[in-house]
Every structure is written in structure tokens, then in C-alpha cells.
């Protein structure tokens, strides 16, 4: 309405730190540095001197923040990350605020701990906040991998002649690679010959026949 050219001004109020009106055309643009609703009233001119006022107002949200990753888990075996303790004059205490923990896991009051026992495995998401802290309350998204246990798959080995060369690796599944490997605490031995290194590889040439009934441990 009214006659153009028209003149667009912010007469009360102020829009959101790093954005801007222009005059001319009434585009509000630019990038917000801080959250919170501005609430303004804007002032259009025409080109005879006529005006109107309008209240508006901007929400101005928090950036999104992808959720941080934190060291996996396994099913089946204890779990603990620690938060943020602070300090005895300034002690800071946390909630889960949105998704949920993996099932088996709770957040420690005490410890200031995501503890526990995973028993479902998969990826999950989900958002601690802590309060106590000087600035306030802080709110972090994180995400959590169960995996499977883990688990030896090789079961039996192939037999070898004295004197030949023999090279098989043991192989798992689950759990958080790398694996490490060792022989069983209270193991017999390996036959003459062969070795086991901690990358699950059986290397050697035998010197002995015979039948060798032996276990080894498997740490992830």
C-alpha cells in the first residue's frame, strides 16, 4: 500500500548482534553471534511521508552441535566414561535430557559416570547436561557404540607335517579392534617350533609330531 519508494527502519528494540535491516528493500540478513528472541518494532515510510509501525520479533537458536563420539563398548562387558567432576566449591552434577542411555548403562550420580553393563549392541544417541558450572548449564549430544561381543571364530586348526612351514592367523569378531592375542594363562604349550605373536598369527616349523591341545586369550 501506500506510495514507494518505501523506507524500512528498526525504531524500537534491536535486532539479534550480527544481523541487519536493510532500508531499501526491508531485507533483515547477516549471521546472529548470540541466542536468545530479539523483539523490535519496525517503521515503514513511503514516498509521501506516510507511515506504519510493526512489532516482530527473532528467535535465535542454539548452532546445532554434532554429537561428540566416546570410546565403545562391548555387550556383555563393564562399561564406564567419566564426565566432568568439577571442583569441591563448585561441584557439577549431570542428566541425561534427551534419547536415551544404551540398555545395561545408567549415569552414576557418584562417580559422575556413564557405568555399567551393555546388553544390546548398536549406536546410540543422546544428550547430558551438567550444571554448575560458572557460565551455567552445559548441554552436550553424544553418541555411543555398542559393539557385539567379541568373540574367537577360528575353532580348529589344520594339521602340518614335521619340517614344513606353518603360517595361520586366528581370527575373531566383535568387540573393538584391534585384538591382541596370547597363549591361555595355565595353557600346555605350543608344539617345538611354533609361535603365537599378539596378532593372533601361528608361525613356525614344527620339530615334534604329535597331537598339541592348547588356549589362547584374545583381549579386544
Known sequence: GGTSPYRLAVTTGALPSGMILTASTGVIAGTPTDTGTANFKVTVTDGTGDWSTQALSIKVNDAPVAPLPIDPGDVGLLYTHYLAIGTVD???TWAVVAGALPPGL?????TKSITGTPTTAGIYYFTVEATGFTS??????????INPAPVITITSLPAVTVGANYVVRLTASGGTSPYNWSLGYASAPLPDGITLDQFGLLVGTPTTAGTYNFSVIMTD
Open 90 to 92: 563448585n561441584p557439577v
Open 136 to 145: 551455567g548449564k552445559l548441554t552436550i549430544p553424544l553418541t555411543l557404540t
Open 106 to 110: 545408567t549415569l552414576d550420580w557418584t
